[in-house]
């Protein structure tokens, strides 16, 4: 692991020295003998660098990675996440680049609206750890339409985090809300159309100041937010009102959701609660019989024939996945 920091390391110096006026003059690159240096530096790393394959490519394109005062620098129009980044994760990040400097350049964008600014595509975290430590910010600066930011954006959040449900159902609704075409926001999820107007329907249909005050609630799925909303929509009473606030704020986000769940499910003399499961055409292929401490599932095997050997083979996966925690929701195949 020292030695491929300490080759990032090395191999960011003579990268850093060339200014912004050079890259915004838009020069194009030339293969000097430092940048073919550079991809063998690259090459000899691991094949798990994935940083470094990444920075490869940005050279290969003639792109410039330059030092840019954190000031300039704002974050993307569309916020993605709902974490506060005052976490223990953040401090690492802050101690690590505070020790070894940054290793792995961030992706901005010339501000479309103010000019000699800059925006984020992503790398927010890193820009954020920078910022409280009074660094300069190596970055790469692109020419971004709206949906290449966002599209950028949301592919970096996949492939190094997960987003929890929410986060991708919430960044779906603010980014058709801003005028993003749908095909743009399956590109930057990674979802198929029927899953993605499901999640659109989700976050619309909460408060956004409940979604904030819950947070990411990355054990909670689609099926649990839409049980949330369904139970909201049948009661007039203001959602704060249902909880005890203060020991409400005290809790992790999943155990908020939890929380606020129970306090808006009905007790009913007969103990026994049920849910209907929807496909996203909406099509009731099975039920959620909640009584007492226990819950059954029971599938229409007319709706969905297959769908009760598929639960039964991967409940051990999706078990291990709720253990884990931090994972987006499972991946069952649409029906």
């Known amino acids: 692991m020292n030695k491929r920091r300490d080759a990032l390391k090395a191999m960011m110096t003579p ?12 020069k194009p690159a030339q293969k000097s003998g430092s940048l073919k240096a550079m991809g063998l530096s690259l090459q000899s790393l691991s094949d798990d660098a994935e940083d470094a394959q990444a920075l490869r490519e940005q050279l290969q394109s003639g792109e410039y990675v330059v030092d840019i005062d954190p000031k300039l620098i704002d974050a993307s129009f569309i916020r993605d996440r709902l974490e506060d980044i005052d976490t223990a994760d953040f401090e690492e990040l802050k101690a690590s680049i505070e020790e070894h400097g ?18 984020v595509a992503y790398g927010h975290r890193r820009l954020a750890a920078l910022q409280a430590l009074g660094r300069p910010v190596k970055a790469v600066v692109r020419d971004l339409s709206d949906e290449d930011l966002i599209v950028a954006q949301g592919k970096e959040n996949l492939e190094r985090k997960d987003l929890s449900f929410i986060e991708r159902a919430l960044f779906a609704a603010r980014l058709e809300a801003h005028g993003i075409e749908r ?18 329907a989700v976050a619309n249909s909460l408060p956004l100041e409940l979604i904030e005050a819950i947070g990411a ?12 909303s369904q139970l909201l929509r049948q ?10 606030m203060e020991r409400f704020m005290r809790l992790d986000s999943n155990a908020r959701f939890a929380l606020l769940l129970k306090s808006l499910t009905p007790k009913r003399k007969s103990g026994t609660y049920l ?14 019989e909640q009584n007492g401490s226990k819950t059954k599932v029971t599938v229409d095997e007319a709706i969905a024939p297959e769908f009760g050997s598929y639960l039964i083979t991967h409940l051990p996966d999706l078990y291990a996945a709720y253990l884990r925690g931090g994972e987006s929701e499972p991946r069952i195949r649409k029906l």
């Open 275 to 288: 849910y209907p499961l929807k496909s996203s055409d909406g099509v009731s292929f099975a039920q959620i």
């Open 183 to 200: 095909q743009a926001l399956m590109a930057a999820l990674s979802v198929h159309k029927g899953n993605l107007s499901t999640m659109i």
């Open 235 to 244: 009661t007039s009473e203001y959602w704060k009102d249902r909880v005890d």
């Open 217 to 228: 609630a990355p054990k909670v799925g689609r099926p649990r937010w839409e049980q949330l």
């Open 15 to 26: 990268i850093n020295e060339a200014s912004q006026n050079e890259h915004r003059l838009a």
């Open 102 to 119: 940054q290793q792995v350049p961030i992706l901005v964008r010339p501000h479309p609206q103010s000019a000699d600014r800059y925006q």
